[in-house]
């Protein structure tokens, strides 16, 4: 159910140690900090340096190995047992090539601000937001996520969500829209956003963006010309001006006329 969880497992197949892997119960995802289990009847914990600390689980003996990962500029996972840390993993964030273009392409519909919202150790945070060019808040719990989000709705007016993990659930919900990405999503996330992207493709997020706006402005112009002719007839009507015949004609011709406009919605360009 998170990104990194992948990341650990696929790298365990690459080195072929995911295989006769024994089965975990009594699993429980710890929002923000990690997850625990049973192997074999003995409780693992596996998550970030915080959830260990919280649970009073001393990291003695993994200090030189988390200050490697700090220095790699990569998030440290620790994988221990109510003994201590028995192994420290460092992961690292890779920007996708389309991520800049995604970017760009939304700044061109008229997205003004970008935060980078993550539970990251400060320097991959800062490493990938300098790549991207966009703010970042880096270390934060889910509710710090809402927390961020609804700042920003209240500094902005209205503030979108993109996210696919179970941590961003709440941050979607949070905010004016949430975006979900559904290759990559989690059933929790996918549930929670508004819109789910249902191809692991960044640039169609901009294309989403894009067609609402489009959709909206297509909106306003058929109920603007279904007023405009309905009140014609209305003030016309008293008057004797108008035939029923032609009042029947107009508001047929009404309705064809903004379903035909609504149909421009199926162009490439969006009208």
Do not use: C
């Amino acid at each position: 159910e998170h990104p990194l969880a992948h990341a650990i497992l696929t790298a365990a197949e690459d080195y072929e140690a995911g295989s006769g892997l024994p089965p975990v119960t009594s699993f429980r995802s710890i929002a923000g900090r990690g997850a625990e289990g049973e192997v074999g009847r003995k409780r693992y914990l596996i998550g970030s340096p915080r959830l260990f600390a919280e649970r009073g689980v001393p990291l003695d003996g993994a200090e030189k190995a988390l200050k490697a990962v700090e220095r790699a500029g990569e998030t440290p996972v620790v994988l221990g047992d109510a003994g201590g840390p028995l192994a420290v993993f460092g992961l690292a964030d890779t920007v996708r090539p389309d991520a800049r273009v995604t970017l760009d392409a939304l700044r061109s519909a008229g997205v003004e601000e970008f935060v980078m919202l993550t539970g990251d150790a400060e320097a991959p945070a800062r490493r990938t937001a300098e790549a991207l060019g966009v703010d970042y808040r880096a270390q934060l719990l889910p509710e710090q996520k809402v927390e961020a989000v609804r700042d920003l709705v209240e500094k902005m007016g209205s503030a979108g969500m993109v996210g696919d993990g179970v941590n961003d659930a709440p941050a979607l919900a949070a905010s004016s829209v949430g975006f979900a990405m559904g290759a990559a999503g989690t059933d929790v996330a996918l549930e929670t956003a508004d819109v789910a992207l249902m191809q692991d493709d960044l640039p169609k997020l901009a294309e989403a963006v894009r067609l609402s706006r489009s959709a909206e402005r297509i909106i306003r112009q058929n109920v603007a010309v279904s007023i405009l002719i309905k009140g014609l007839f209305v003030l016309l009507a008293p008057f004797g001006l108008v035939a029923l015949w032609l009042a029947v004609l107009a508001d047929m011709g009404t309705s064809i006329a903004v379903t035909l406009n609504g149909l421009r919605l199926f162009r490439k360009g969006y009208g």
